[in-house]
């Protein structure tokens, strides 16, 4: 059985997957659109950067992905499928709400401003000049931007030991590092308050903010980073024929009882922070939770369908394709018996919902490894 | 005769009932369980048979809204019940027969008095005559 696992993103969460599976001694085709991060050396890992899936077929255990890589296109048989692109960050000038001015920064501005203090012009730091740390500004931070803010907050506290505040929407301690980083904030004079719906107010004096207590006057005001998901995550998902939830991320299936990184297709599963929020650490422990999704699918030498699975009657299918709307996990397609084209079920991806059977108009689809008690027979599940 | 029929997914209502058996509880006389694989499953003529066959009332279960493995099986499970109810309405019979509730693999408590509950009603005939 062919294990090649197709890794698809170029973010640092797919280079742990990557990292993940090679030390599962997996064959891994890695795809990004854009150069991929460094990666161990090995013989198992073929590499496409700036390369685009562009078709998708088969299922589990015999995915082909056809890549346009100019100037020339490749194909990728896989096993299965790990889909590791990471989100977006949004620059700070892409939002107009926010007043362009020389005391609004971007993280990243303030980052480089701290690496080389002499060349600092305009407003220049001082330790009487108080700045403002803005998480959660115009819409949630991520996690790993709330992170990497409070740690510049407090580089920026050490360095300059000027006046540092941060103001946040909702900050959840949710983690060993964001608890002792809160905590070493605290101790060190850094005063966190809660932003209320109001936007900053830029002028000559300062930068103004209202937060739950009143209004906090600062000297400059360095903005958490905006995260969301990727613009290209919706085209991916239709080739994938995954799904995508209301905030643009793929989304995985029932988070309370199953495995983190499921799709609702088998053998395709999703890691980092394509799918959920999460800081390094997270997106790291998510990646080897992928892997071993992927090593419980292919541990055995053949793939094993579900004990309960639909069937099609193919005399009884009238092709009107409502079984391959409703199927939740894209598995059934339209397949030729004989001189007949019908409706049939690609047992190694049915879950088993019987939401075909249920739905089917003709009552074509059966569904098999399930005993149904007299009084219900004659029933669709019959 | 049966009292009740209880139809659930068996990823939700199954589990929530083996945990419940697990600490000693034994469904009552007249009462049966019927697994389907996913709430997505269940079809009007589960119910309607349900009572064909001659059973007091009907318990229909599934997941959690966004806990369903296929995405929505409860909404269909939901709607459906919803339109046996409507059938069992237009032919006079009562829609108070047929029950419809979420539930969670952790929710046993819950199932058990759920169905101390339906089987202690008095019969639905009993009820059009008051």
Redesign the interface.
Known sequence: MNKTVAVLGGSADAGWVVEELLALSYSVAWVGQEDLPDSPRSDGLRAYPRSRVSAVSGCVGSFRLELSAPPERAVIDAAAIIVAMGNQRLPLGADARIPAHPRVLSTQVLAERLSAPRQISGIAPAQRQHILFALDMLELSGKQAVVETLELALRTHDTWHCEVSVLYRELQVDSDLLESLTRTMREQGIVFHRLQDALPVVDDSGVHVKHADGVLDGDLLVIAPVVRPRSDSAELAGLLRI?LGADGYF?Q??????RPGLS?RKGIYLAGRCHLDADDAGARADAAQAAANVAILLGQDHLQPET?IAEVGSTKCIRCLTCIRTC??AAVELAAYGQVTAAKVVELAC?????C???CPVRAIT?KG?DV?V??Q????V | MNKLVIIGCDRSAGEALRSLQETGYCLPEGVIYQPLPCGGSLDVLHVLRALESGAERVLVLSCYADACRSFNGNTWAEKRTAAAQALLTEAGLGQERITYRQVSPNMSADLGAWIHTLINLEPVEAQDRA
């Open positions: 799904a989304q299936l029932n988070v309370r009882s199953y609702n309960v939740p996990h879950f088993g919902c019987g939401a059977a249920a739905n569904m399930i008690p009084w219900l004659e029933a669709a599940l």
